[in-house]
């Protein structure tokens, strides 16, 4: 028998061995892909990092704060500042706390309260020409309370009222700032890096 | 080719030859290539040894002029810049799950696994800092990868010479000696093309999946190995409507192709299993402010970034310009019939310039088809030759100054 013949059934599960092998992969590779198409995150991480719906990601930042009390954004207030940043601020440095992105969030804990609060937050307008202005929305816990158009470089004190609905059965006080006008540092530059104020400080009265 | 050629003709003359003269010259082509190889081995040993060492001169007196901490762990840390920083993070702590520690947006997840794994491995035998394990295993791979390149470059010495002092000591060589991906990834791309080189498709396209484990581009190899499986059934009078058929019949070359990608889908799965998110290296990016644009636009925009003082050119037109070389020099190797190379290094550098210019002059001299290209076409005279070593050696000084500093366009 020619030795061609001997080896014959041998290269046949050779053969075999190398089909399973390369079966094998592709199927792990198929499995792995699809896993990956259908990611298992929260709703912060898809809307950042997948549907980039927001420039904020959510994070389980909640600030102490007593009502009545004044909070500075600038240096001298960072330790009680920076436990009620959530996402979207850069800082605090010496003139306040900079906003990075098209949305910034607060969040701090409130006591059980019977009425509205009164807002009162120092702002200045982030301005290069040809914007000269900045438009803000600020909503607390996901309701649109304030509208406000700063401008200017010096700070402009916005006060407005906060209904008691709009936080009545939260333990905590969410409140987002969407910039309209926010200025990207370059053309191509991520809306991620958007500038458009700078806050300085932050207080809660009751109404 | 040297060695090929030489054997080749050995046997035309032996196969031919009936004088017993003929026989005598092939003989002496036999003795005096022996010889010859014998003398070359220990040159092909010692040559990167010497760039090694004067390299880390080089560097050492660099980093000297600039600080006046001295010792070898300060200058490991001194050279130590930019995603230097992320794979010692990588290295010593892994990657971080969602949400990461200290509210921070930007996870480790792009900065690929083998290299720190490798780095994390060899301290656990040596227990020393990081740094300076890794900066060590980069010298170590760096070295490796020169002799891998010696049959790449035809073993012609005086190419072997510049390419080693350009990894060794020349003016990027802080790459290649530091924290970063580009020692193993030129590595192993070296070892895969000299594995095709040698139509040795299964280790080929194993070590094409430990190069998809260093960066993501390099998952992009499986093109060249592709192209030369085609190539090989041309050569054996195959058609292009064949290749298909003829592939299935092969379940070595199926592996081969197969497994080539296997360190990015283990990656993709470890990700999954750690964040939830196979691509998180990919979402991640986000968070870097990477956006995805025309890469015409960018490197139009980054030509046209003139400098305002000055004749230098700004960083952004060091990138442009590095990207365009890198994309011309593409082109030359596919002219030269290394397709599979030229494709490889264009995708390699097309891709990442999808969303910018950043990095791009480490990305472009950390293809080893390109520096092997290069160092050829440099010593196709003894004058070029001599220039390009001299240029490589004192840029090194300079440019490491240039990174110390964080210069922009070597990032």
Known sequence: MPWSDTLAPYRRAGSFGGYMVAAVLAVSEIVILALALHPDVNADYRAYYIDRTTTCLNRDALGSYTVGQRVSFRSDGAKLAAGMIVCGWSGPVADGTHSLGETSRLRLEIPPLRDGLTATLQMAAVIRPPQMSQRVLISVNGIPIHKVTLSGKEPTTVSFVIPHAAFANAKALDMAFDYLDGIPPSAAASNIYKRSIKLVSFRLDAA | ?411
Request: charged residues 10%; hydrophobic residues 55%; positive net charge.
């Open chain 2, 1 to 411: 080719m040297g060695k090929g050629r030489t054997n080749n003709l050995a046997t035309v003359i032996k196969g031919t030859g009936h004088a017993s003269s003929v026989t005598d010259q092939a003989k002496h082509f036999e003795i005096s290539h022996d010889r010859r190889s014998i003398l070359e081995a220990p040159a092909v040993v010692a040559v990167p040894l010497l760039f090694a060492i004067s390299g880390i001169a080089i560097r050492y007196a660099a980093f000297a002029s600039v600080t006046a901490e001295p010792g070898f762990e300060s200058y490991a840390r001194a050279l130590c810049r930019w995603d230097c920083h992320w794979y010692v993070d990588i290295s010593e702590r892994g990657y971080e799950s969602f949400p990461i520690p200290n509210q921070s947006n930007v996870g480790r997840w792009g900065f690929f696994p083998l290299y720190p794994m490798l780095v994390a491995g060899i301290r656990t035998v040596f227990p020393f800092p990081t740094i300076l394990v890794a900066t060590i295993t980069s010298i170590a791979c760096s070295y490796a990868a020169c002799l891998i390149a010696w049959p790449l470059l035809e073993k012609n010495m005086r190419a072997y010479v510049l390419y080693c002092a350009f990894l060794l000591s020349g003016p990027f060589s802080f790459h290649f000696t530091t924290f970063l991906t580009e020692p193993l990834f030129v590595l192993l791309t070296s070892c895969v093309f000299l594995a095709l080189k040698r139509t040795n498709y299964l280790v080929a396209g194993i070590l094409s999946a430990l190069l998809s484990a260093t960066r993501l581009v390099g998952v992009l190899v499986v093109f060249a190995t592709a192209i030369q499986m085609f190539q090989q059934h041309r050569a054996q009078d195959g058609t292009t409507l064949s290749f298909p058929l003829w592939l299935l019949g092969r379940p070595d070359l199926l592996v081969a192709i197969l497994i080539s990608p296997a360190g990015l889908f283990a990656y993709i799965l470890f990700l999954y299993l750690t964040v939830g998110d196979g691509f998180a290296f990919l979402h991640v990016q986000r968070a870097f402010g990477r956006v995805a644009g025309n890469p015409l636009l960018f490197l139009w925009d980054g030509l046209s970034a003139v400098p305002t003082t000055g004749w230098l050119p700004t960083a952004p037109q060091w990138s442009a310009l590095a990207a365009l070389t890198g994309l011309a020099l593409s082109v030359v190797l596919a002219v030269r019939g290394q397709y599979g190379a030229g494709l490889f290094c264009a995708v390699c550098i097309i891709l990442p310039l999808i969303t910018n210019l950043a990095s791009m002059v480490r990305y472009v001299v950390g293809l080893a088809p390109l520096i092997v290209l290069t160092a050829i076409l440099l010593s196709a005279s003894k004058l070029t030759w001599l220039a390009a070593l001299v240029l490589f050696l004192s840029a090194c000084y300079f440019m490491t100054v240039a990174w110390i500093g964080g210069y922009l366009a070597l990032v």
